[in-house]
């Protein structure tokens, strides 16, 4: 892995962890049910996974 590999996957992991927290932040405020927090979380897991591959 070069360098700027890193830098793309440290840039997704914390994109994704961001993108976790204001889901699970919009869950627990009520902004959200379970099953639409659920397909968020995937929907982001499916991003990191293709910037890991």
């Known amino acids: 892995m070069t360098d700027d590999d890193d830098a793309d996957l440290e840039a997704a992991v914390e994109e994704f962890l961001a993108d976790a927290e204001r889901a699970y932040d919009e869950y627990e405020q009520g902004y959200a049910d379970a099953d ?7 929907s982001h897991l499916d991003r990191l996974r293709s910037e890991v591959d």
């Open 36 to 42: 639409a927090t659920l397909r968020l979380l995937r």
